[in-house]
């Protein structure tokens, strides 16, 4: 049996990301942190961890976006994921997330809080599934999307990768 994306969107019954690809949570901590725990730009309460399945095929991308909070990518299965990031001190960097052996891949990836990521499946025809744990857990309003004008302006160096890395 050829393991594709397809397979995975249904058996793992995975639904559309705002970012691009395909998601479903598989965990939400049951303990909470109060707002006066955590940093002054999180609102509200949050639990302490989650956990989802996230899909990539080749005809999709996750473009730019950050989060408040940490998040670790773990790798599963498919073609390595590459990941490009803008660090807090405006450096651009890609890393390769996935099991190929060649030396500077890797099977997880902590990406600190605030710092601007972007993915796509390194080869055609494929797919990349990983797994993504965020601490404290994930809640959408610490989400935020990249805009594009907004990114090259702030990063006039890296006008190419925002550009084929988001969607407006």
Same mark, same amino acid.
């Given at each position: 049996?050829?393991?594709?994306a397809k397979y995975w969107?249904?058996?793992? $019954?995975?639904?559309?990301?705002?970012?691009?690809?395909?998601?479903?949570?598989?965990?939400?901590?049951? %303990?909470?942190?109060?707002?006066?725990?955590?940093?002054?730009?999180? =609102?509200?309460?949050?639990?302490?961890?989650?956990?989802?399945?996230?899909?990539?095929?080749?005809?999709?991308? $996750?473009a730019f976006h950050r989060?408040?909070?940490?998040? %670790?990518?773990?790798?599963?299965?498919?073609?390595?994921?590459?990941?490009?990031? @803008?660090?807090?001190?405006?450096?651009?960097?890609?890393?390769?997330?996935?099991?190929?052996? =060649?030396?500077?891949?890797?099977?997880?990836?902590?990406?600190?809080?605030?710092?601007?990521?972007?993915? !796509?499946?390194?080869?055609?025809?494929?797919?990349?599934?990983?797994?993504?744990?965020?601490?404290?857990?994930?809640?959408?309003?610490?989400? !935020?999307?990249?805009?594009? !004008?907004?990114? %090259? =302006?702030?990063?006039?160096?890296?006008?190419?990768? @925002?550009?084929?890395?988001?969607?407006?």
């Amino acid at each position: 049996m050829v393991v594709t994306a397809k397979y995975w969107i249904e058996k793992l $019954s995975l639904i559309k990301h705002p970012e691009g690809g395909y998601y479903r949570e598989t965990y939400r901590s049951d %303990i909470l942190i109060s707002s006066d725990s955590l940093p002054k730009d999180y =609102q509200g309460q949050r639990n302490s961890c989650t956990a989802i399945y996230y899909l990539l095929s080749e005809a999709d991308f $996750s473009a730019f976006h950050r989060l408040k909070s940490d998040e %670790i990518f773990h790798f599963y299965s498919g073609s390595p994921l590459l990941v490009h990031l @803008i660090d807090d001190q405006g450096r651009y960097f890609c890393q390769k997330v996935g099991t190929q052996g =060649q030396e500077n891949d890797i099977l997880q990836l902590v990406i600190p809080r605030g710092w601007w990521f972007a993915s !796509e499946v390194s080869e055609p025809n494929s797919y990349s599934l990983i797994g993504c744990t965020v601490s404290p857990g994930f809640n959408f309003n610490d989400f !935020e999307l990249g805009s594009r !004008e907004l990114l %090259i =302006q702030m990063y006039p160096n890296y006008q190419d990768i @925002i550009t084929r890395m988001t969607y407006n």
